[in-house]
């Protein structure tokens, strides 16, 4: 049973940090390819960034390109989400997925970024 599950979202104030994980389970993490999806208030799923199995090929969406480095562990089954200058329209509920469309994803994690 395939279970995704993210945490370290919280309130931020813009241009801080936050780091987000998500712990995986229930099928080989380490050859699969892995993302960041969020979702914001009234929006649909939007792709934020994707890494590849070995972790030496990670690519992000442009609204994101530079502030925020993906990352993993294949020995503990992490994914994370280092997330910096950090900007309201950063707000959104983020979720780790296996697919870039979302479809195969976490519960996720709400980051608000706001003064």
């Known amino acids: 049973q395939v279970q995704l599950v993210e945490s370290g979202g919280g309130l931020v104030q813009p241009g801080g940090s936050l780091r987000l994980s998500c712990s995986a389970s229930g099928f080989t993490f380490s050859t699969d390819w892995m993302y960041w999806v969020r979702q914001a208030p009234g929006k649909g799923l939007e792709w934020v960034s994707g890494i590849n199995g070995h972790g030496d090929y990670r690519y992000y969406s442009d609204s994101v390109q530079g502030r925020f480095v993906i990352s993993r562990d294949n020995t503990k089954h992490t994914l994370s989400l280092q997330m910096n200058s950090l900007k309201p329209e950063d707000t959104a509920q983020y979720y780790c997925?296996?697919?870039?469309?979302?479809?195969?994803r976490g519960q996720g994690t709400q980051v608000t970024v706001s003064s």
């Open positions: 997925a296996r697919d870039p469309e979302g479809k195969d």
